[in-house]
T-cell receptor, first 111, second 114 residues
């Protein structure tokens, strides 16, 4: 079983739609959680950290459920520019801080 | 300021040759990571440097892979006797280590082994 699992998609949605991505992780000792965004043939960039209480950044909302070892990302009012691959990322060891990446969920927002 | 830079951006080599990939982290960042990403896959951790501590090499896939970080700054990832399965994008990231958990990635080196 992979340490971090995501639905690869693609999710094809119209502009203005709300879309949600889910992610599960296997290491219950994981300490830090993130969503990264990766555009085609580009490096990953941090989208947002995920906190236990849930957090929101504009149109983006992230949730963490430690009991179920589950992370989610909700995107409201999708824009064409949101088209990218969204990587669920877990840091199992705060000392090393090396990240464990999911394979990503591809989002395509259509006009 | 300048971000993480990597060179070369693309490298094509023949099976069996050695290659060196270079990473210049953000100035002042104490931690440096190497990852690789195969086509359509997530990132795979390779090695981690933190200050003057011994590197965490637990992600290196074989003894053909090695890395150095000189002077706490520039890092070189060396792959000896390259194989076709080594073809991937090799990404370097650096981390402030004090005020932020965000890793900043370089643009990567796309390695193709023929």
């Amino acid at each position: 079983r992979k340490e971090v699992e995501q639905d690869p998609g693609p999710f094809n949605v119209p502009e203005g739609a709300t879309v949600a991505f889910n992610c599960t992780y296997s290491n219950s000792a994981s300490q830090s959680f993130f969503w990264y965004r990766q555009d085609c043939r580009k490096e990953p960039k941090l989208l947002m950290s995920v906190y236990s209480s849930g957090n929101e950044d504009g149109r983006f909302t992230a949730q963490l459920n430690r009991a179920s070892q589950y992370i989610s990302l909700l995107i409201r009012d999708s824009k064409l520019s949101d088209s990218a691959t969204y990587l669920c990322v877990v840091a199992p060891d705060t000392g090393r801080r090396a990240l464990t990446f999911g394979s990503g969920t591809r989002l395509q927002v259509q006009p | 300021g300048a971000g993480v830079s990597q060179s070369p951006s693309n490298k094509v080599t023949e099976k069996g040759k050695d290659v060196e990939l270079r990473c210049d982290p953000i100035s002042g960042h104490t931690a440096l990571y190497w990852y690789r990403q195969s086509l359509g896959q997530g990132l795979e951790f390779l090695i981690y440097f933190q200050g003057n501590s011994a590197p965490d090499k637990s992600g290196l896939p074989s003894d053909r892979f090695s890395a150095e970080r000189t002077g706490g700054s520039v890092s070189t990832l060396t792959i000896q006797r390259t194989q076709q399965e080594d073809s991937a994008v090799y990404l370097c990231a650096s981390l402030d280590g004090t005020s932020s958990n965000e890793q900043f990635f370089g643009p990567g080196t796309r390695l193709t082994v023929l």
